[in-house]
Structures are given as structure tokens and as C-alpha cells.
């Protein structure tokens, strides 16, 4: 039944139209995922069962949380102690599923080639992830197909620059508390790589970049004369410029 009038057909609001539709379902099994699978859901009836033991309420769980502890618990009730026991027949109806997924296609019919065209897609989506992460892609704010095609490519090339510039540092971080070939490394040597190392891991590559965008420079008028402050890169900087070939003079 048409939602709209159609201009094109002539269909009026109301018509029934029938047509036919191929559909191809695929129904694919991985033994992996089904691991995965099981785990993610043993896991998460422990921790239901850990949570109404310790004495929260079971409706004031999410929705689909109550629904579990229906489906896959029997609690009781003894004073004060509550008890969870695993209804077994259920929970082994649940793993029978575990593992299979299902692509479904109107255009292949080959299951083989529908899922290596799907794990494309996957490649896809990462790639798109890191242009909104890594390459300001989260808002086009362009015009014409044109001007989008060549935004993109821009981006395409600064995120090799970003994975190029990613693997240097992970070079750096890997050697950072080696010896060197003399074997020659005074403790504040080692101090310093310690403290770069540390920086380095907890701080995204992204955030490393800000560090060094810019160097801020402070005006200060006094009566006497004015005066002029700049920030000045520390130790810790110096090394890691220097570990990237970069001069700090």
C-alpha cells in the first residue's frame, strides 16, 4: 500500500501495488566468533547474577537486562541471601546460535564473494573512522562532487603522512631505554627516556602533534619597559624532536 501518490506511475495515496523481489540470504559460521560469542555471554550473566546476589533489585536493571534474568535465571530467596541458579536448557538453546551471522543481498548469489565484498566494506568503514578521527572529516563542508573528490584525496594523503609519522614513534618508543652501542647511559639519561616513554604512551599521536603546534609568546606592559615571555621546549622535548631527526636549535 503507497504511503505517497506517485506522478511518475500515477499511483494514487492508498493503491496496493505488488512487484517481486529477489532476495539472497546468506548464513555464514565462524568458529572464532562463536568463542567470542560465548564468552560475551557467559560474562555478562555473571555479572547480572553477581549484581542481584549483592541485593539490587531486578527492576531496577536495564530493560533488556530483566529480560535475561527472565529468560536465563531462576532466583530465590532464603532471609536475607539471595541465590542465582542458570536455567541450563536455555542457556544451551542460546549457544546453538553462537557464532553464525547473516548477510543478505538482492543483486549476489555467491556466498563466497558476497562475504569478501563485505569485508571490504569493513575496510571502508575503518578507512572513513580514521578520516573523521585523524583528517577533519567529520564535516564535509564542501559544495560539488568535485570539490568533495579532491577534499578526500587531501585527507587520503595526510593520513599516510599521519600512519607514517605513527610508525616513527613507535620506532622511538621501542628503542627508548636501550643501550646504545657504546653501552654508555648516565642515569639522567635514563630518567629522561623514562619520563619521554611515559609521555608517549599515555598520549595520543594526535595530542602529541597539539603539543608542538605552536609556540605562544606573551606580551606584558609594565611602567618600567616592556617586557616579553616565550614558552621554551623542555628536556623532555628536546629528546623527542632529536629522536625524530629534528633540530631544537
Same mark, same amino acid.
Given at each position: ?68 534474568v527472565?529468560k536465563?535465571?531462576?532466583?530465590? $530467596? ?11 536448557? *536455555? ?31 569493513e ?8 578520516e ?52 654508555i647511559?648516565?642515569? *639522567? $639519561? ?6 619521554l616513554l ?15 603546534? $605552536? ?35
Amino acid at each position: 500500500m503507497r504511503k505517497y501518490a506517485s506522478h511518475k506511475s500515477g499511483a494514487e495515496k492508498g493503491a496496493v501495488e505488488t512487484f517481486k523481489r529477489r532476495v539472497y540470504l546468506h548464513i555464514y559460521f565462524n568458529a572464532s566468533r562463536q568463542a567470542e560469542d560465548r564468552i560475551a555471554f557467559e560474562t555478562d550473566l555473571m555479572e547480572l547474577k553477581k549484581m542481584i546476589e549483592n541485593g539490587i533489585p531486578v527492576d531496577e536493571l536495564s530493560k533488556s537486562a530483566q529480560e535475561k534474568v527472565k529468560k536465563y535465571m531462576s532466583i530465590s $530467596t532464603w532471609g536475607k541471601k539471595t541465590t542465582v541458579c542458570f536455567k541450563d536448557k *536455555e542457556c544451551q538453546e542460546a549457544y546453538k546460535y553462537h557464532g553464525y551471522f547473516i548477510l543478505v543481498s538482492n543483486r549476489e548469489k555467491d556466498c563466497f564473494e558476497f562475504l569478501r565484498i563485505y569485508r571490504k566494506r569493513e575496510t571502508i568503514e575503518s578507512y572513513f573512522e580514521a578520516e573523521k578521527q585523524h583528517a577533519d572529516g567529520s564535516r564535509i563542508r564542501v559544495w560539488s562532487p568535485d570539490t568533495s573528490r579532491g577534499r578526500m584525496f587531501v585527507q587520503l594523503v595526510s593520513l599516510c603522512y599521519y600512519e607514517y609519522f605513527s610508525e616513527q614513534l613507535r620506532k622511538i618508543k621501542t628503542a627508548l631505554g636501550k643501550r646504545n652501542k657504546e653501552g654508555i647511559r648516565t642515569k *639522567e $639519561t635514563v630518567s629522561l627516556e623514562e619520563k619521554l616513554l611515559s609521555w608517549m604512551e599515555n598520549t595520543p599521536v594526535y595530542l602529541q602533534l597539539q603539543w608542538f603546534d $605552536t609556540v605562544e609568546e606573551v606580551k606584558v606592559l609594565s611602567e618600567l619597559r616592556n617586557k616579553r615571555w616565550n614558552t621554551e621546549i623542555t628536556a623532555r622535548d628536546a629528546l623527542y624532536l632529536e629522536k625524530l631527526g629534528m633540530s631544537t636549535h
